[in-house]
């Protein structure tokens, strides 16, 4: 008798520890949003989620991987979650969200020798872009996505965003689909002016996410959604419009 409580009471240690464990958080080396720099992860997306766990309490792992590795994971294993991701439809059901973390804009950008084949309106330039040969996109991203069900044919799916901006230059890609601040902050790591590209066709505005895995408890899920509400209101309150 006093051996089965034993085992009924290290079954429900066990049953505990692992409900209560730490969240497992998994990101990608994508500056200037989540990247290493002399081993250290920063940017605007480790900053905010760090901000985060410190309002509950908690201290997470966070793994950088590739990004299709990382959504994998995220997807799967529970008491896990993956920053920064833009919340699609598609996406919508396969996560549990914690967001807006923060806001980007995506276009699609040309070089300069280019420009003159996108001088009509939006629409117009969007269509023009689905004439070209290659239309460079993160693989697995939002903009493929988003592309795909605008109907795009040319687009060329690339795992290391990091040399992007060099491919574009050197005329391996027509177009390069990307935010703004990445794509100044490439310019800037290039050593070229961010006139030598521009932005051709604006696709909209991206709010970034931190999304749990569906089997993550969510009651964790509302803790750090919580936490964020609570920093958000904190920071309005000192920065009145």
């Known amino acids: ?20 464990r730490a969240v497992e958080l998994y990101t990608e080396d994508f500056a200037p949003y989540n990247y290493l720099e002399n081993g250290v992860l920063t940017g605007i997306g480790p900053k ?13 792992k966070i793994s950088v991987l590739p990004w299709v590795r990382a959504y994998k994971y995220a997807q799967e ?16 059901a396969e996560f549990q969200w914690v967001g807006p973390l923060y806001t980007v804009r995506v276009g699609l950008y040309a070089t300069h020798e280019n420009n003159h084949l996108y001088l009509g309106n939006n629409d117009e330039n969007l ?13 697995g991203g939002a903009g493929e996505e988003l592309l795909t069900t605008l109907q795009f044919k040319n687009l060329n799916p690339i795992l290391n965003v990091n040399k992007s901006l060099f491919l574009l230059l050197k005329g391996r890609y027509d177009l390069l689909e990307t935010s703004d601040v990445f794509m100044a902050y490439m310019a800037q790591e290039e050593g070229v002016s961010e006139s030598t590209v521009s932005e051709v ?3 909209g505005q991206y709010d970034m996410y931190l ?31």
């Open 211 to 241: 999304a749990f895995s569906n089997s993550t408890p969510v009651e964790t899920v509302e803790k750090w959604q919580n936490a964020l509400d609570g920093i958000t209101q904190k920071s309005e309150a000192n920065n009145p419009s």
């Open 77 to 92: 294993r529970p008491n896990s979650a993956i920053f920064s991701i833009v919340r699609t439809p598609k996406r919508e």
């Open 1 to 20: 008798m006093m051996l089965k409580k034993l085992l009924c009471s290290l079954a429900f240690m066990v049953f505990l520890s692992e409900n209560v």
């Open 127 to 139: 269509e023009q872009a689905r004439k070209v040969g290659d239309v460079a996109v993160q693989l």
């Open 201 to 203: 066709a604006f696709m």
């Open 48 to 60: 905010i989620v760090r901000a985060l766990a410190k309002e509950i309490g908690e201290e997470p």
